[in-house]
């Protein structure tokens, strides 16, 4: 028997999104359902299960990591989707928050640029039975054209800007949930809402993110 399968992850599940994401005013209650839900500790390595359902990113290979659950959490309610919409993920990583936005709205589509990421991810994602993640090696700061536009999308790398490919591909109605360096002392996630031809800006907290690297955002 493995160390990992003597661990409750119910019971950590439980724990984290009381003590991790009730406690920190995440309300939406379809999000807080999905975060019950979603098995993490089938997203991070092997010898780091029993971490999964801590409080912090986890790295998952490449130099990457899998985000800190609140920050999932809080870009997934900042989406405010309404359900059997579209949705575009740049930077699956370990296909996580994929799974999320994949319980919560009708399709969603995920570029990530390391192929390997993107085949652990899909082989994850298919095993817990998902099939309206779509996912595809490449550069996300592109977006999706094939499929857009989008009634949300949510970039989990911090851009230098936000791209305007992305905001090209939004629904009207439609927001674009991103980490943006902020020129200071690190990186804000914003929230852009499309209107028409207009778009509004918000800030939503301080947060960091790995680099999102491509055409739109850092050079490689
Ligand atoms: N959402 C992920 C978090 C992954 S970390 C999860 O739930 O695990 C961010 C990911 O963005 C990394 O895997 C990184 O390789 C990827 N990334 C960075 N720049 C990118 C780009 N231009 N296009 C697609 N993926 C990118």
């Known amino acids: ?12 599940r439980a724990a984290m999104v ?6 920190r005013n995440i309300s939406d209650s379809k999000v807080l359902e999905t975060f019950r839900r979603v ?3 089938e997203f991070v390595p092997e010898d780091l299960r029993p971490s999964a359902y801590n ?29 059997a919409g579209r949705v575009l993920e740049v930077g699956t990583g370990s296909g996580y928050q994929a ?9 969603v589509y995920s570029v990530e640029r ?4 993107a085949d652990r991810a899909s082989r994850v994602l298919s095993s817990l039975g998902y099939k309206n993640i779509h996912i595809k090696v490449g ?26 490919s992305l905001v090209k591909q939004l629904k009207d109605g439609g927001r674009l949930v ?19 031809r207009t778009t509004r800006t918000s800030d939503i907290c301080a947060c960091k993110f790995v680099p999102l690297v491509g055409k739109e955002g850092w050079p490689e």
Not at 99 to 107: K, Q, R, V, W
Request: hydrophobic share 35%; charged share 20%.
């Open 55 to 83: 409080d912090y990113p986890l790295p998952i290979g490449e130099n990457q990591t899998i985000s800190q659950p609140y920050m999932v959490a809080l870009m997934t309610e900042s989406l405010k989707l309404k359900g």
């Open 39 to 41: 098995p993490r500790h």
């Open 1 to 12: 028997m493995s160390y990992s399968a003597s661990i409750d992850f119910d019971k950590l």
């Open 178 to 196: 991103i980490p943006v360096d902020n020129g200071v002392f690190g990186q804000t996630l914003k929230s852009v809402e499309r209107t028409g």
């Open 114 to 117: 390391f192929k390997e990421l």
């Open 99 to 107: 799974a999320i936005l994949g319980e919560m709205s009708g399709e």
């Open 139 to 164: 550069d996300g700061t592109l977006g999706w054209s094939e499929f857009a536009p989008y009634d949300g999308i949510v970039v989990t790398a911090g851009a230098p800007a936000i791209p305007e």
């Open 18 to 23: 009381t003590g991790q994401l009730i406690s």
